[in-house]
């Protein structure tokens, strides 16, 4: 077929996504199948005409999404079944967390387990009856074929509608019950925080590094987690296990070794294949990880792992406008992962006489160790055995890796890339801010800075009205949408923006965002929900208390409420942490495991907090260094040129001098003027090696 011919086949047809901003519903505005979005006129349209609603959730970077575009939403006679028959809406869930949360559950209550694309089946009500994710056009690999799927269900629907109405209403009964608020009221106890420690421990991989086993996922929540119960308790084995992963993912082809960042996750045991997916959040909140082991441990390693990230962040997946974009695809040219393998020939023939150092030290092979002869450049224990048996020292030796890396990533970058999902979340910015301030503090590097300010501009001008925070921007294009997501993620990366940039107005900001979370999301008992009350397309109020990819926002909020009652003194916000926390009491105390962003909070309330207040402007930059050198997992930073604002921390501490002052569980140190006199004073809180 020629081009012209391929062109018009594309566009045959428009449906009417075609109006819409997110990439992902864009990639299927021209199917032949009549999608909609979620919209008032779609769930008007199923009622009117009494039609079941086919909802198909995913978003721009799932490469299973893919596969089920090409073989289903482009075939014809599908696409006419579902005209005929249902009314088709498509949800990016990356624009509509809450929708994606409501029928997540519901698939996983149908099939036991989730993923996408999501594929539920609803009553003209919005209730689910049937659910299920990826399904083939025709019966193969142990699942029902689409085709037959849907033939199935519309003999059902129309002769025993009944039968479909009862369980519907079954299974949402069920639901609402599930996801009823908590009403506990005591404050779990301290044992908690060790008993989640061990639970992750005792799922913790000794021979690869990881927790579980394959698919094998990054889980830079419970890294980070353990980092803290380390610092606090001595215990080498908690070291040992943080140290383990770090150093295996980053090795490994979960790891893009010649561009820098994070894939989504490996799909063996063994960190070597990935799924190759970019996603934002993964890389932000890896890049705090790492920067928090380098503080902890000072191995340069971690720290150059931080620089690669953010520096591939800032490259490739930056808007100019100053917002980070939400991912970067599995797939190019409809194969996943080709953008990113090589064969040993290609080596070859790129790098002449350094192939073979290369090739050794990757496990480049003639084989190849993904699909045909193609390989992801991964690096094991034999590589640092061949590279410390090789002759040269490391710095002769990293030049020639280094050189290398650059040529193959320039060839790299003149093949046809992977599909970026362009579109600004708040949410995903706040952990990109985050990201950046903590890498700023482990490198020194003042871009990390620059950018970081800029993100929390872009989202301050173009996401943030009448004190309202808006989801989605893509060029120019705002998604309506209230989402606890964006409050929580964004009001964390502002206070860890305020420890890099000093700039008070950032604490202001942070502390409306939180005060404005809990008249959007709580309700009168304190329970956190994703989304506001009364939305009249939800059948249920979503809420998400447990980790995932993702941390849990309500949680993250709740550390937030902790550290800006610290540092602003209010009681409220403490007030509200404590009465969230004892409200997933019940919780943790039965999965601590798996809410461990709340167990973090927890840890937090109770742990001994190191305070530190720098005041003065000259020569500050030589003790800010020193306090970020620092692994101080429960730290209060106030940074002031003057000191006369109306914080607590601050009363009596003004001064035309630079000082710090060091305070730790209610005792005072002398006030330190040099940097020699802060190591000092810190280094006692650091940690116990």
Known sequence: ???????????????????????????????????????????????????????????ASCHWCHVMERESFKDEMIAKILREHFISIKVDREQRPDLDQIYMAATQAVTGSGGWPMSVFLTPDLKPFFAGTYFPPEDRY?????????????????T?????????????????????????????DRSIVMLAAESLLNNYDRIHGGFGN???????????????????????????????TLTSMARGGIYDQIGGGFHRYATDSLWLVPHFEKMLYDNAMLAVVYSEAFQLTQKDFYRKIVRETLDFMIREMKDGSGGFYSSIDADSESEEGRFYVWTRAEIKRLLGDRSDIFCHYFNITEKGNFEGNTNIPNIDNSSIEYKTGFGLDDGQFEKVIDESRKILFEVR???????????ILTSWNGLAISGLAKGYQVTGNIRYREVALKAADFIKENLYHDGKLIHSYRQGVISPGLFLEDYAYLAAGLIDLYEISYD??????????????????????????LSPANQSDHFMRPRDIGDGALPAPGSILIQVF??????????????????????????????PSGLISAVTALDFRYSPKTEIVVVGRQDRTV????????????????????GDEAIPLLEGRGNDTTIAYVCRDFACQRPARTPDELKRQLNPFRFPL
């Open 413 to 423: 970058s003149k093949r046809v890339r992977p599909v970026t999902d362009d579109k």
């Open 504 to 529: 008070y107005d950032w604490i202001n900001m942070a502390a409306g965002l939180a005060g404005e979370a809990v008249d959007l999301f709580s309700d009168e008992s304190g329970n956190l929900f």
């Open 142 to 158: 142990g699942r029902p074929g689409f085709k037959r799927l849907l033939t199935e269900l519309i003999e059902m629907y129309e």
């Open 623 to 642: 003790l800010m260094d020193v306090i970020y050198r620092h692994y101080l997992p429960h730290r209060v930073i106030v940074v002031s040129d003057r």
């Open 160 to 188: 025993d509608r009944a039968r479909i109405e009862d369980y519907a209403g079954r299974l949402v009964t069920a639901l609402q019950s599930s996801y009823r608020a908590s009403t506990d009221s005591v404050l779990p």
């Open 214 to 244: 394959a698919p094998k996922f990054p889980h830079p929540t419970e890294l980070s987690f353990l980092m803290k119960i380390y610092a606090n308790s001595g215990r080498t084995e908690i070291l040992a296990a943080i140290e383990q």
């Open 562 to 591: 902790l550290k800006l009652a610290d540092i602003t003194g209010r009681e409220t916000f403490a007030k509200q942490a404590e009465k969230s926390l004892e409200l997933l009491s019940g919780n943790m105390i039965g999965m």
């Open 1 to 59: 077929m020629d081009l012209n011919s391929q062109v018009k086949d594309t566009y045959k047809y428009t449906n009417h996504l075609i109006r819409e901003s997110s990439p992902y519903l864009l990639q299927h505005a021209h199917n032949p199948v009549d999608w909609y979005p979620w919209s008032e006129e779609a769930l008007e349209k199923a009622r009117k005409e009494d039609k079941p609603i086919f909802l198909s959730i995913g978003y």
